[in-house]
């Protein structure tokens, strides 16, 4: 069975960088049906997603977030990474990683996220 | 980027009722809509993907609907475990988005 685990350093300071990983464990993170995300939620609002990555290394990445979010894949660890630079305190949320699946509908090859980590909380504070 | 827009933002329903939510696209995203649900606490839940197909294990209560810029979800007959929030999601194109989330509150 599919597990996602998030792992991080709990308290950043700002202007300092963020740093967290994935770690995926019951299956491989070479699959070239699967993307690997990443969706962070603020204390009290809803869900942002902020990048997807391919084993291949291709990603993709939230517009708002894109000059300051890094993600990679470690194919040989089975695991990928999301850095935030120059964090700030809106930077302070849970952080999830998630499978983005290609299952197949009516419409076609479809892509949702079917497989969650329990989340890792961020606190951005000197 | 594609902006999703939820409505209402949050209700109240009794145990039985049906009830509707909406989310609206700023442009069409053909088909390619998911519905999650989420718990205090909890990371969220894939209840619908593909606009209406339902996730394995997920109660058939839920229905999904819509297509191009205006969906819904349906929980036919409200349970006090539905309580939570509900946010759809698009992936028609690389650049993911959530709504901004429904909360139901089962009375």
């Known amino acids: 069975q599919l597990q996602l685990q998030e792992s991080g350093p709990g308290l950043v300071k700002p202007s300092e960088t963020l740093s967290l990983i994935c770690n995926v464990s019951?299956?491989?993170?070479?699959?070239?049906?699967?993307?690997w995300g990443w969706v962070r939620q603020s204390p009290g609002k809803g869900l942002e997603w902020i990048a997807n990555i391919h084993f291949s290394g291709s990603t993709s990445l939230n517009p708002s977030l894109q000059s300051r979010v890094f993600i990679s894949v470690d194919t040989s660890k089975n695991q990928f990474s999301l850095m935030v630079t120059s964090v700030t305190a809106a930077d302070t949320a849970v952080y999830y990683c998630?499978?983005?699946?290609?299952?197949?509908?009516?419409?076609?090859?479809?892509?949702?996220?079917?497989?969650w980590g329990k989340g890792t909380t961020v606190i951005v504070s000197s | 980027d594609i902006q999703m827009t939820q409505s209402p933002s949050s209700l109240s329903a009794s145990v039985g009722d049906r009830v509707t939510v909406t989310c609206r696209a700023s442009?069409?995203?053909?088909?390619?809509l998911n519905w999650y649900q989420q718990k205090p606490g909890k990371a969220p839940k894939l209840l619908i993907y593909a606009a209406s197909s339902l996730q394995s294990g997920v109660p058939s209560r839920f229905t999904g609907s819509g297509s191009g810029t205006d969906f819904t979800l349906i929980i036919t007959s409200l349970q006090p475990e539905d309580s939570a929030t509900y946010y759809c999601?698009?992936?028609?194109?690389?650049?993911?988005?959530f709504g901004q989330g429904t909360k139901v509150e089962v009375k």
């Open positions: 442009q069409s995203v053909s088909r390619y």
């Open positions: 998630a499978r983005g699946f290609a299952g197949t509908a009516a419409v076609g090859t479809a892509y949702y996220m079917d497989v």
């Open positions: 019951g299956g491989s993170i070479n699959s070239r049906r699967d993307y």
């Open positions: 999601q698009q992936t028609y194109i690389t650049q993911w988005s």
